[in-house]
């Protein structure tokens, strides 16, 4: 695995740009910083001690990608390895782009982002960082701020508060923070929860536990295959470079799965049957397939992945039962279920999502004035109204993240360098006087997509419009065709001569 020497950080430096996050957002964003706007100053601020982001916060039995890595990959770095790749995999694949790209110059690693602050006078953002090994307070001053920190809590996954969690003996693990030490060879273990974590963990923790229970409250679709594409393997045998393998791969899963998606939507009940076909077929007929039979229809959650049918083999052997129901409370020796029964355990594992942040929990303010990001309008889902010189990166739900990583940061640099041709020193979104009654929705509609940890803190997220440019479009096969296309000078993108231009022209 490649290693990134920290760099020191000197107080008050200034760039172009400051990228906050060295995580799979904050690489694809140096790159394209690099390449479309090569003659820009940056830094990276990252809080680890080392890239990678999700990937190196997460340590658990067995962590892998839930999205296949032909799409999950960056467009411009091709994939040659398995398309489910485990973490040590992908952190590989992050280390060769920044040595491909010599990101280690840029990248200030052990910096807690504390504030950021814009200054209308000085058109910068001043941002305020701790040394997460020192101590030490450093800050930074920046003509444009671009936030790649992700969208959860590290520190801190989610955990409902059960009643008698005290009572029970044995330990109580979140995945996002697993111990190093954890003990599970020869023990009972309950894991709960039901999404892309469990089903990784369970296969990966069964043969060396005593018995493994998956306590779900309500299941989820699931999919699976080999962990392998033919399609690759067939081009390889036919010495087509990885280039164009990538390319190839790349586009035909698109495609199988912009396939699905709209099934899915407009036929629904055909897809969760070949769903659940090929989950018999693994499990046998007799298998009660009210386990894996969601309320919801296919992809308003995630398809969990899951190569090689690995959870469905566990299971079939008996090493791993299946228990849906709700949680009545903790006993001292495990779980009472609301319909009474008891299910025992040494340890208990709350595969139970994600605490979502906003903006990397960082306080924002405006000329001294605090930011409420609740209270402002997405543009186009990566920038804020009112919000000058920012753009924020926040992923596809449905499909890979990356892939709109990489359509924000085309757009994202269209409009620097359309800004260094116009001489503006600022660029805001701003509604139109005809747009302010508009109607406003939630960040995402729960008919689109509904997990939740997204439910849970909506209330903290930009609100949405009904209409351009204001809402915020969760469907890459409709913002390939849309974002290259934005009009970087429409009437909603406002640009700026503010003071500190003015007197620099003298």
């Known amino acids: 695995m490649t290693t ?17 996050g060295a995580g799979i957002s904050g690489i694809g964003a140096a790159h394209h910083l690099l390449e479309k706007c090569p003659g820009k100053t940056f830094v990276m601020l990252e809080n680890k001690d080392a890239f990678g982001g999700t990937w190196r916060q997460h340590t658990y039995p067995g962590i892998r990608s839930d999205s296949d890595l032909y799409t999950f990959g960056y467009g411009f ?13 992908i952190l590989d694949y992050l280390g060769e782009a920044i040595e491909e790209d010599q990101l280690d110059q840029h990248i ?43 969208y959860y809590r590290h520190e801190q996954g989610y955990t409902p508060d059960w009643e008698g969690m005290a009572d029970f003996k044995g330990p109580i693990v979140h995945p996002q923070t697993w111990p190093e030490d954890l003990d599970y060879q020869g023990k009972r273990v309950l894991v709960i929860g039901s999404g892309a974590t469990a089903a990784t963990l369970v296969p990966n923790m069964a043969d060396d536990c005593e018995h493994l229970t998956m306590l779900q409250r309500s299941p989820t679709y699931f999919w699976t295959g080999e962990n392998r594409n033919e399609l690759a393997d067939r081009l390889r045998e036919l ?47 007799d298998f009660d397939m009210s386990h894996f039979t969601p309320s919801y229809r296919p992809w308003q959650q995630r398809i969990a992945y899951v190569p090689d049918g690995d959870l469905f083999d566990v299971i079939k052997s008996g090493k791993v039962s299946v228990v849906t129901d709700r949680i009545d409370r903790f006993t001292e020796k495990g779980v009472l279920t609301t319909s009474g029964e008891l299910l025992e355990a040494d340890i208990i594992i709350t595969a139970t999502g994600f605490s979502l942040c906003v903006m990397g929990d960082i306080a924002f303010d405006l000329d001294g004035e605090p930011v409420n990001f609740a209270d402002t309008v997405t543009y186009r889902g990566f920038m804020s109204s009112g919000i000058p010189n920012m753009a924020s990166m926040f992923g596809y739900l449905r499909s890979s993240w990356t892939l709109r ?15 260094d041709a116009k001489g503006a020193t600022s660029l805001t979104p701003m509604l139109l006087d005809s747009e302010r009654d508009m109607e406003l929705l939630p960040w995402i509609t729960e008919d689109v997509f509904n997990p ?55």
């Open 4 to 20: 990134v020497t920290s760099l020191q950080s000197a107080a008050s430096e200034h760039f172009d740009v400051l990228i906050v």
């Open 77 to 89: 770095k091709p994939w040659s390895g398995k398309p489910i790749a485990d973490g040590d995999a």
């Open 108 to 150: 200030r690693y052990s910096h807690q982002v504390l504030s950021a602050s814009w200054s209308s006078a000085e058109q910068r953002w001043t941002v305020r960082a701790e040394r997460t090994d020192s101590g030490e307070a450093v800050s930074y001053t920046a003509n444009f701020l671009w936030m790649c920190q992700g």
């Open 239 to 285: 010495d087509v470079d990885e280039a164009t393998v990538h390319d190839i791969v790349r586009r035909d899963i698109l495609k199988i799965a912009q396939d699905i998606q709209y099934a899915s939507e407009e036929h629904p009940e055909l897809v969760k049957e070949e769903l659940f076909r090929v989950i018999r077929e693994k499990l046998g007929e």
């Open 405 to 419: 990583v990489d359509l924000l940061c085309d757009l994202v640099c269209r409009l620097l360098n359309n800004m």
């Open 452 to 506: 939740g940890y997204l439910q849970r803190s909506l209330h903290l997220m930009p609100k949405q419009g009904v209409q351009e440019p204001w809402n915020n479009v969760p469907d890459y096969y409709q913002e390939r065709e849309l974002l290259p296309k934005v009009d970087i000078d429409e009437p909603q993108l406002v640009y700026g001569t503010g003071p500190a231009q003015a007197v620099a022209n003298g």
